[in-house]
């Protein structure tokens, strides 16, 4: 803050004479010890020359008591005049340096640097005073004076320390009031800092300080409503509306009063307390009559009170207000609300008085005739007068016309009148209902569509008026009426006792009207007003409306087909009495499906309709997934019927009379011309399921179904021709009295024929199997016919899997022995086609054999003496083994009945001469066998010679890691192949068809 005492007291001595301090100081000084008066020297040193003095003045500095040279800096910003001042209260203070005078001329120093804004020099002088002179009476200054040098350099949080400072050691009630004063505004500009930087709840923390602890201080009020402020800012409506309503309580004369009150009501506002809102508006307008704000006050009170549903009170205020202030702009307006509010009460009393305030006052104005004749007619509409509501607004029209639409009030109450037009024939045609007889039905039906079509005319002519708001909801008030007018006549009175050929023909004139007040015309005008939302971009409640009834529309026009349909799918399914006549069931089939096809392609058409709709308009609600379903459900549905009338004809007896030669011929032309168009028609409709399902992204069970259904009647007809493929080639209907000759002929021609149909059906087979990858086709009939197809052609469609696998080769009945020794007996090229199996070793049971990994067989030989078994002392064994790939981490774990000698591929491996005879039963081991297999075959070769009693038999285990590569099934069904073993282990259930039966042993 600016204005204090010392700026005035001293704030000449800069440019003024040196020489009045200097005799102040002469006539004042006392004595210094020794008698000597100071008056002379301060002289002396006052009359410096000027070259002196400027010499002087380039480097001050105090002596004893100031230790920091001034810079070349702040020098610049003294004057030669204040130079020379502070240089003579240096010496002064140096000649004096307890003069009764020297804490006043200290702190003269200290003004000087103070005017001069050298703020930390002027402390170190005030300092000078606080710790060399603290008995003085200058003290109270210089700590008042150290917290103005920091409030004047923006230090709030040090000004206030030594302003408290000063509360404390002042003595006079004016320095504690005014430190009082300083603390409160440094509180106040340091809360104002923490604002700017953002720091809000450090600024309430500093306002409030100055609240709570100088609530006197004429900046509290300021401080109270900046804390309102700024829980505004953070939101905290609550926080906000008590701080307001604090201001308010303990601070009546604020000239912060009003705005507070204006605050907690738009506090209330937000918080959607609109009646507190309002209550706090009125309060404005009663306590500040002459405020600028009262008229808005008022006005927004009658905004709250509406908002918060209490309608009489909004009226009124709009009311007061439009009276009031009959000359503001929005006066008219405000009028024309409180009529419209009042119309709501259905105040007609207060409606009509609205109604002739209105005219009179605006009566005679062009710009304001169109809106009088407007509310005359609104009035009157409200009071249930149409004709004359439709006199007024025709008025409007007509007196709007004159004018001209450039003026946008006449604009609007024009478009008003004409809307309000349509509005009353809309309702007018809505009170009409339906019903017999027949001629009041009729007389009925045509009122209704003339008032409809007098309401479409009168809102279509709204566009004319160019104002959006207006345009967009005329528009759907079209589109409603046309939805009305199709609902009405779904909703009509039915005659009773129509047969079931009337009510059909009834019931689809219905859906047809439907249909086209729906989805041609309603669905026109609701599309047209979203697109006018899109081009002007402009987003309203009625676009917004519009844009919903987009998927709506046709979705019910297809739904009155779909109950159609249901009704007549009720009655064509009776059936007739076929006497198990396929032909007939047939018959039946078609003549069920020709009478529900168009109406199931209109539904179709309909829904499809609804999701293009919905794709093109982002629209996600449920008639767009219950048209999803229902198209689905109908098109799986036409499918499965074809795919019944294809399974009847194709299990249709065939003529007992018929050969065999015959009834295979009549298969294969069953299948190759007679099912094609009904399979054709059933794969058509399933594939125009999935199409669909892709485009709109349908996931439901109908296209799971439908996938499923393809598969299915695929592999039939593939199956089939499998089934006359392999009877054409293992049993070949030759017909019945051919000759050798003719038989051989014909079995040449049926071999080729099957060959044929056997390529047909493993093409189809790779039909299916593809369409699964694609996703067309899936389930069990899809893994059915990659089943068929890898057991035919595994190398083409099975699954190459090289994997590591653990091998064990054992010894076993496989092994071969002899009971001599030959020539190179012990290599793999040796030839022991000659040898014997071996037999089955034996041991005493008191013996176990022991370290085995897992159980050994043993193997020995020996020859038949007198029809006895006698096992050899000695014996050579062999035995061979495959390595697929090349064998890893191989060890042999072995044990023999005496001195054995074992070789692997040739190489001697092992000799041991068996010390002790009673431990062969332990096993040895023998590791890194790596390098001595090979890939391919491998022969392992072994001598024992017995040397234990009771006992005979080599044991052996030889454990490896070999690569092996397979071809193996991969079912579209699973994630991962079958094994060998797990594919022969499935035993897959065809299909059992009437005239196409198979023999199991053709599918092991």
Same mark, same amino acid.
């Given at each position: ?139 109270? %200054? ?10 004047? %350099? ?96 303990? @601070? ?126 609104? /009035? ?114 039915? *005659?009773?006792?129509? +047969? ?26 609701? %599309? ?9 971009? @402009? ?67 309909? @829904? ?8 093109? @308009? ?41 050969? /065999? ?175 014997? *199996? ?6 005493? +049971? ?159």
């Amino acid at each position: 803050m600016r204005g204090w005492r010392v700026g005035l007291r001293w704030a000449w001595i800069g440019g003024g004479s040196v020489f009045f301090l200097t005799a102040c100081l002469a006539t004042q000084s006392p004595k210094q010890k020794g008698g000597e008066n100071v008056s002379g020297a301060v002289m002396d040193s006052a009359s410096k020359t000027a070259s002196t003095a400027a010499r002087d003045s380039a480097s001050i500095h105090t002596r004893k008591h100031d230790s920091v040279r001034l810079s070349q800096t702040e020098l610049n910003r003294l004057s030669e005049a204040t130079k020379l001042l502070l240089q003579t209260i240096d010496n002064y203070v140096e000649v004096l340096p307890s003069g009764a005078k020297t804490p006043e001329i200290v702190m003269l120093k200290g003004h000087t640097f103070y005017n001069n804004k050298l703020f930390e020099r002027a402390r170190e002088s005030y300092k000078t005073v606080l710790d060399r002179y603290s008995k003085s009476l200058e003290v109270p %200054e210089a700590i008042k004076m150290t917290a103005q040098t920091y409030y004047e %350099e923006n230090k709030y949080d040090e000004a206030q320390n030594w302003y408290k400072k000063l509360e404390d050691v002042a003595v006079s009630g004016q320095d504690k009031e005014e430190a009082a004063v300083r603390i409160a505004e440094s509180h106040f500009r340091l809360g104002e800092r923490l604002r700017e930087a953002g720091k809000i709840e450090l600024a309430i923390s500093e306002f409030e300080k100055v609240v709570v602890e100088y609530p006197n201080a004429k900046i509290a009020d300021a401080a109270l409503f900046n804390v309102g402020l700024l829980y505004e800012e953070k939101k905290e409506w609550s926080k906000a509306i008590l701080t307001y309503n604090k201001l308010i309580a303990n @601070y009546p004369n604020s000239s912060a009063l009003e705005n507070g009150f204006l605050k907690t009501a738009r506090c209330y506002e937000q918080m959607g307390n609109w009646m507190k809102a309002a209550q706090t508006y009125v309060e404005i307008f009663q306590r500040f009559p002459q405020s600028k704000n009262m008229k808005e006050a008022l006005f927004n009170a009658g905004l709250c009170y509406e908002k918060g549903e209490n309608l009489v009170l909004s009226a009124k205020a709009f009311e007061k207000y439009a009276t009031l202030f009959p000359d503001e702009k929005d006066a008219p307006d405000v009028l024309f609300r409180a009529g419209e509010i009042y119309g709501k009460l259905q105040d007609w009393a207060n409606v009509e008085k609205i109604n002739t305030l209105f005219g009179k006052r605006y009566g005679q104005d062009k710009n304001r005739i169109v809106m009088a004749l407007c509310m005359t007619g609104v /009035a009157s509409y409200m009071q249930q007068k149409t004709d004359k509501a439709l006199d007024e607004f025709a008025k409007a029209i007509e007196v709007g016309g004159k004018i001209g639409v450039d003026n946008k009030t006449n604009a609007f109450y024009m478009a008003k009148a004409q809307f309000t037009i349509g509005q009353i024939n809309q309702e007018l045609s809505e009170r009409i209902d339906l019903v017999l007889p027949e001629s009041e039905y009729k007389a009925r039906l045509n009122r209704r569509i003339k008032y409809m079509e007098n309401a479409t005319t009168a809102y279509a002519a709204v566009s004319e008026y160019r104002l959006l708001e207006w345009t967009t909801h005329a528009i759907y008030k079209i589109g409603e009426t046309y939805e009305q007018f199709g609902v009405a006549v779904y909703k009509r009175e039915r *005659p009773k006792n129509m +047969d079931y050929g009337k009510v059909a023909a009834f019931e689809q004139g219905i859906a047809e009207v439907l249909e086209q007040y729906f989805s041609d015309k309603a669905l026109l005008a609701h %599309e047209q007003n979203v697109k006018i939302g899109i081009q002007y971009k @402009y987003e309203d409640e009625w676009t917004a409306r519009s844009r919903q009834q987009l998927a709506k529309l046709p979705f019910m026009a297809g739904a009155a087909y779909s109950r159609l349909l249901t009704a007549l799918d009720v009655q064509a399914a009776v059936p007739q009495k076929a006497g198990g006549n396929p032909l007939l069931l047939i018959q039946q089939k078609l003549e069920r499906l020709q009478t529900l096809a168009p109406f199931q392609d209109r539904a179709i058409k309909l @829904y499809l309709k609804t999701l293009e709709m919905s794709v093109r @308009y982002a629209v996600e609600d449920k008639y767009r997934f219950s048209a999803s379903a229902a198209i689905t459900q109908m098109s799986y549905q036409v499918g499965t019927t074809y795919a019944e009338v294809v399974s009847i004809a194709r299990g249709a007896p065939i003529p007992s009379a018929y050969d /065999a030669y015959k009834k295979f011929f009549y298969k294969v032309h069953l299948l190759g011309e007679g099912l094609v168009e009904y399979e054709n028609n059933a794969l058509e409709a399933l594939y125009k399921n999935i199409k669909i399902a892709e485009a709109y992204d349908i996931k439901d069970e109908w296209i799971q179904k439908s996938k499923e259904k393809i598969a299915e009647i695929l592999f039939q007809r593939s199956f089939c021709y499998e089934v006359l493929a392999e009877e054409a080639l293992r049993e070949p209907p030759v017909p019945t009295g051919a000759t050798d000759e003719e038989r051989e002929e014909y079995s040449a021609q049926f071999e080729e024929l099957g060959f044929k149909l056997q390529e047909e059906s493993q093409g189809i087979y790779r039909d299916i199997v593809e369409k699964g990858k694609n996703g067309i086709t899936r389930g069990e009939y899809l893994d059915l016919a990659y089943l068929r197809l890898f057991s035919m052609l595994p190398d083409e469609v099975g699954e190459r899997v090289e994997r590591d696998t653990a091998r064990l080769v054992a010894s076993g009945k496989e092994w071969r022995f002899r009971l001599s020794q030959d020539t190179l007996w012990e290599q793999p090229s040796y030839d022991d086609s000659g040898w014997e *199996p071996v037999k089955k070793g034996i041991k005493p +049971d008191s013996i176990a054999l022991l370290g085995a990994t897992v159980p050994m067989l043993p193997v020995w030989g020996g020859r038949m003496e007198n029809n006895t078994f006698s096992h050899a002392r000695q014996v050579w064994l062999r035995g061979e083994f495959m390595v697929r790939s090349g064998a890893e981490k191989a060890v042999m774990e072995f044990a023999a009945t005496g001195h054995y000698d074992i070789y692997l591929n040739g190489r001697l491996l092992r000799s041991d001469s068996l010390e002790r005879s009673d431990s062969w039963f332990r096993c040895r081991k023998k590791e890194g066998l790596d390098s001595l297999l090979s890939k391919g075959r491998n022969v392992i070769a072994v001598h024992v010679n017995g040397q234990t009693g009771g006992a005979y038999g080599f044991y052996m285990n030889l454990f490896f890691n070999d690569r092996i590569v397979e071809t193996l099934p991969h079912l579209p069904s699973r994630e991962t192949p079958l094994s060998q073993d797990e594919f022969k282990s499935l035993k897959p259930v065809f299909p059992v068809m009437p005239n196409f039966e198979y023999k199991p042993e053709m599918f092991k």
